[in-house]
Each structure stands twice: as C-alpha cells, then as structure tokens.
Nanobody, 120 residues
C-alpha cells in the first residue's frame, strides 16, 4: 500500500507564489519519476512538471521559467515552487509517482489533489 499526500495549495493573487509538497509513504523500495499534473475546470488533466530519480526535469511550456520542481529522495517528497502565478494556473494539482515496492512491483500512484486558485 502506497499513499501520496499533498499540501500547500490555496488562494494567491496574480504574481504571487506558492509551494506544493507531496510526501510518499507506505511500501516503498525506491521511486522513479515524480511529477505534478493539474486539471482546470472543464479541461483535461495535463502534466506541469516532472523529475527523474537522478534529478532530470521536464516542464510544460506554460510553466517553464516560473515553476521549479525538486525532490528529497531521503524523505520520498517532491516539491513544486510556483512563482509569478497567473489566473490560468488555477487548477487542482495532483502529485504522481512511479514507485518500486520491496516486492519489485511497480505502482503508479496519485495523490488526492490540492486546489490552487490565482485570483485578485
């Protein structure tokens, strides 16, 4: 059993910043990629940023230069620092992780989501 628990969402004014955290717990041997997806009302879920176990990163064009993804492997935690936020960043943000269990099975796990609202 694996759980991802997100925190750090909220209401922020345009141009402001937020930092999201996602901690993985449970039956974990190691974690490969960790990522943040987002889903705005009436739209499909999309990948915002991803980080590999070695620290390689990927960003969607819409967040490049404003968002920074990082991870602490010792804590099984991934972060998303969001700066210069825009109203179009408003969405539910979901954490995702590819987890290898001690039994050597791969599990793709999702968090419950955290709401980010950018509005004046």
């Amino acid at each position: 059993q694996v759980q991802l628990v997100e925190s750090g969402g909220g209401l922020v004014q345009p141009g402001g910043s937020l930092r999201l955290s996602c901690a993985a717990s449970g039956s974990i041997f190691t974690i490969r990629e960790m990522g943040w997806y987002r889903q705005a009302p009436g739209k499909q879920r999309e990948l915002a940023a991803m980080i590999s176990s070695g620290g390689g990163t990927y960003y969607a064009d819409s967040v490049k230069g404003r968002f920074t993804i990082s991870r602490d492997n010792a804590k099984n935690t991934v972060y998303l620092q969001m700066n210069s936020l825009k109203p179009e960043d408003t969405a539910v943000y979901y954490c995702n992780a590819d987890i290898l269990t001690p039994g050597r099975a791969y599990i793709n796990s999702w968090g419950q989501g955290t709401q980010v609202t950018v509005s004046s």
